[in-house]
């Protein structure tokens, strides 16, 4: 086992819980990381993150980026409804100043909210909500929400990724929006290469492979776009066992060959800012994300999204940064926009340039996750 790094008496100590955690991939797993990191850096809190490990192969405990990770394991493997006592039992054990729950839907944080909750540790939760590819499991989200409502009342503070995510848990939940306070998700990657020009007819979608991430609404899309952009092809990045449905897909619209799936190690964020960088539009048709990374990252890059316009996707739709298209968009809709947005990008040569727009950094979204601790410990009292 790797030793722990010491822990500063001086700081309030900072528990991080989340379900998964890097090496597994998402959006959460990336917003973790770059909050740790950042609130690590700069030194005012001590921070480590809590996670579980369905595989049993990873360390139980390891340095990473000046913070701590702890893993403890979790069953069933297959599964998204994983229970982990030993994350509770830490939750507990542990002589924490603010245990922070990152995410929603998992058996995890009412874990971690009840276990804080024994102890009489102060805590806050960001929700991260996100969609599911079942038709029986988002039917059951409004009966979830409702039996998480008492520990939800009982956080110090709660933190929304959007103004969407906000509205949506303060009415599920009946709790007033001025207990939430809206954190977005931030989208910087690294610099681009000064000859990464985007690839004519380079459509990018991003994300797990799963149904409701809406990858297989590109490929449906992609003919269309063909018949008036030949060279038209689309690129998608993950991994998931949704996979093969999309292969099939595809070989049976008859666009295989156009067609690339490929998946990018979480880490490698240069990779990411490559391929978005040298796409000509970005496809982004999930039908729930709460504040979408991945579209971030794009729009800093000056990438142009093509999206839904529902959930968080609508408050950037809303915003002015992503091109929306209804949820319910016939396939001709949808192939039109993407269309329009690679003969667009075609008309202007060169590297993407991103707008003039005040965007959420990550950096702006340490400052805002530590504006909330510091208003929580100033209240309950740092122990």
């Known amino acids: 086992m790797i030793p722990l790094p010491e822990h500063s008496t001086a700081r309030p100590r900072v528990l991080m819980v989340v379900q998964r955690f890097f090496p597994e991939m998402g959006g959460i797993e990336t917003h973790v990381a770059e909050v740790a990191s950042r609130l690590a850096a700069a030194g005012e809190f001590d921070v480590t993150v809590l996670t579980t490990d369905r595989s049993g192969r990873l360390a139980r405990a390891e340095e990473r980026d000046g913070y701590a990770v702890l893993r403890r394991r979790s069953w069933p493997a297959e599964k998204d409804y994983y229970l982990s006592p ?29 276990a804080a909750r024994a102890t009489r540790t102060p805590y806050v939760l960001t929700f991260h909500s996100g969609g599911h590819s079942s038709a029986a499991r988002r039917r059951a989200r409004g009966a979830q929400w409702r039996v998480l409502t008492p520990l939800l009342r009982g956080a110090d503070h709660l933190v929304a990724v959007s103004r969407f995510e906000r509205s949506h848990f303060s009415e599920a939940t ?56 030949p060279e038209a092809d689309l690129l998608i990045l993950g991994d998931g ?30 990779a990411m800012a490559h391929e978005l960088g040298t796409a000509s ?23 142009p999204v093509v999206g839904f316009d529902v959930a968080g996707t609508g408050d950037l739709v809303e915003d002015g940064l992503v091109t929306g298209v209804p949820v319910d968009a016939s396939t001709a809709t949808v192939a039109d926009a993407l269309t329009a947005a690679l003969e667009e990008t075609a008309r202007r040569p060169g590297p993407h340039r991103p707008r003039p727009l005040d965007l959420p950094t990550w950096e702006t979204t340490a400052d805002g996750v530590a504006r909330v601790y510091r208003q929580v410990l100033a209240r309950r009292g740092s122990r």
């Open 86 to 114: 030993g994350l509770a039992a830490e939750v507990a054990r542990g002589d924490w100043d603010l245990v922070h729950v990152q995410g929603v839907h998992t058996f995890v944080p009412p874990l971690a909210m009840a």
């Open 174 to 229: 009946g709790i007033d929006p001025a207990g939430f306070t809206v954190v977005p998700n931030g989208g910087a990657l690294p610099p681009l290469a000064l000859d990464a020009n985007p690839r004519p007819g380079r459509i990018v979608s991003s994300g797990r492979l799963e149904h409701y991430k809406g990858h297989h609404r590109a490929i449906e899309a992609l003919p269309l776009v063909r018949r008036r952009i």
């Open 241 to 270: 066992e949704y996979e093969g449905e999309l292969r099939a897909l595809a070989s049976r619209l008859g666009v295989a060959d156009a067609v690339e799936i490929r998946h990018l190690p979480p880490t490698d964020r240069a």
């Open 281 to 303: 539009v970005m496809a982004a048709f999930s039908t729930y994300e709460a504040h979408p990374v991945g579209i971030m990252e794009a729009v800093t890059l000056g990438l």
